[in-house]
């Protein structure tokens, strides 16, 4: 079950999510240069991290579950915000260049499925960021942040999920070394806590983030299937059945 869009935004909106944010940036910001004239996506809730890579970029998408909700994005501009289901994303084959996945791949319903949809609209040699909640860490057991809900995972287990979805795994870094409290003592020394738990405790960090390169020299079996989706128009009236009014009709006469 996916974290409400709401409980998204006001986390982020929080002393704890703001400092939260800036722990995740700093480790993407040194996994991946600047950007220029590429096609990023974000899926997830990836918005607080794609307005610090977007000014580079050609275009930035920003796609948001169905389960999870969406807001529009970025704010007093043009939206760049598609409300989707992760296995069926609206877009062709090989047309995005870089995929940053945040708040997605713990609550995905099949993450397999997920990555390999993914891998289809990867352009050849294309790039993708995962940042998961880490099993051990303390994050993954809070429920009053984004992180605690959702399956957290391993970096083992992020691996072997990437190898089966015909990725190859690249470099990994970790993040929020710092424990998730909110009291303002704590919040002071984050950057103490950050330092030394990357020498110390990084088994027990609070998100794993591991890029990923589409793999292109393994065939993929492609097989039609039917999207097993059933769009209902929420604000739709439910009319009465023509055939009810016929007959209703005949009566009169």
């Given at each position: ?40 996506l974000g ?10 890579f977007r ?106 999920l990437l ?91």
């Amino acid at each position: 079950m996916n974290t409400d869009i709401v409980d998204l935004r006001e986390f982020y909106h929080s002393t704890l999510g703001r400092l939260a944010e800036q722990s995740i940036v700093m480790a993407l910001s040194t996994m991946w240069p600047p950007l220029p004239e590429e096609r990023l996506l974000g899926l997830g809730y990836a918005v607080p991290y794609l307005d610090r890579f977007r000014a580079d970029t050609e275009r930035t998408f920003a796609f948001m579950p169905a389960g999870q909700g969406a807001v529009n994005w970025p704010a007093g501009e043009l939206s760049s915000t598609a409300l989707v289901f992760d296995e069926e994303l609206p877009l062709p084959d090989a047309s995005i260049d870089r995929v940053l996945m945040v708040h997605s791949l713990e609550f995905a319903e099949n993450p397999r499925e997920t990555l390999t949809e993914l891998w289809r609209v990867l352009a050849p040699g294309g790039r993708l960021v995962i940042v998961v909640p880490n099993r051990r860490g303390v994050w993954a057991r809070m429920e009053h942040t984004p992180f605690g809900s959702g399956r957290p995972y391993s970096r083992g287990q992020l691996t072997t999920l990437l190898r089966e979805a015909n990725f190859t795994p690249g470099v990994s870094t970790e993040a929020l070394l710092f424990p998730p409290s909110k009291l303002k003592v704590i919040l002071k020394l984050r950057r103490y806590f950050e330092t030394i738990g990357r020498k110390l405790w990084p088994v027990f960090s609070g998100v794993i983030i591991v890029e990923a390169q589409k793999r292109l020299y393994q065939g993929l079996p492609v097989s039609q299937r039917a999207s097993r989706r059933v769009f209902v128009p929420v604000l739709a009236p439910q009319g009465i059945p023509t055939t009810r009014i016929r007959a209703k009709e005949s009566k009169r006469r």
